[in-house]
């Protein structure tokens, strides 16, 4: 995993928690990594707060989903699990790193979402995007403002802008999941909160059967953009009509 301080990321992905963006965008990912781009991933918290697991378990557990991923950059602020605020200080400690990597696509979390931490992340990745970018906002980097910001919303009860087909990842996106084993393997810790192994992928195929559907293609993942989009040709618009 890439650690050198010229390593540059044409995407990546911020979230709150270890684990959301395999959940979320991980097999846009590893759709992105096959194309040639470089991917990297910000989590902001340790996951200190999960019912199972420690930190440093999910630490491992995470740069194993990493080079999964075929994703060549991965760290994890150490913001406050379950309480994440969108501070100025917080703010600036996302700056340093949009600044290192130098993104040309940010993915954030969608703005609503029933856990608090997703939420935040969504206005306070998006406005560290912009500090990023002011000259005046000093952090010692060149300033840098990502040119796209796009909203993995698979939480989310949200039509999408876009979906990503990732119907030939979707076993690799699976198994960068399951690489969670203090969550996602069956043990008696949680029991009564956490749903079965085998339920597991049910569920996420399912989810992904769904956006993949609603894109034309077997698996998607769903995306929102804030713009409207800008076609040259109507022709080669995608996704059939009727
Ligand atoms: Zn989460």
Redesign the pocket.
């Known amino acids: 995993m890439a650690e050198a301080a010229d390593f540059r990321a044409d995407i990546l992905a911020v979230?709150?928690?270890r684990?959301?963006v395999e959940?979320t965008c991980g097999g846009t990912l590893l759709r992105m990594a096959a194309r040639g781009l470089r991917t990297a991933i910000l989590d902001l918290t340790q996951g200190e707060a999960g019912t199972r697991g420690s930190a440093e378990e999910r630490a491992l557990e995470a740069a194993e989903a990493a080079r999964i991923l075929g994703v060549a950059w991965r760290q994890a602020l150490s913001f406050p699990d379950g309480a994440i605020e969108n501070s100025l200080a917080n703010r600036l400690e996302i700056v340093r790193v949009l600044r290192l990597l130098r993104p040309r696509v940010v993915i954030l979390?969608y703005w609503q979402a029933r856990?608090p931490?997703?939420a935040i992340v969504a206005t306070l990745g998006y406005e560290s995007c912009f500090l990023s970018g002011l000259k005046k906002v000093e952090t010692g980097s060149e300033p840098h403002r990502p040119f796209k910001i796009v909203y993995a919303s698979l939480?989310a009860d949200v039509r999408p802008s876009f979906v990503v087909d990732i119907s030939p990842f979707i076993e690799q996106r699976h198994l960068a999941l399951m690489a969670y084993k203090s969550q996602y393997a069956n043990q008696p810790a949680g029991s009564s909160l956490f749903v079965p192994e085998e339920e597991i992928r049910e569920r996420t195929f399912a989810e992904a059967r769904h956006y993949g559907l609603l894109g034309g293609v077997k698996y998607g993942e769903p995306f929102v953009q804030k713009e409207v989009g800008l076609v040259d040709d109507l022709t080669l618009l995608p996704v059939q009509s009727i």
């Open positions: 979230a709150a928690h684990d959301d959940q979390p856990h931490d997703h939480y």
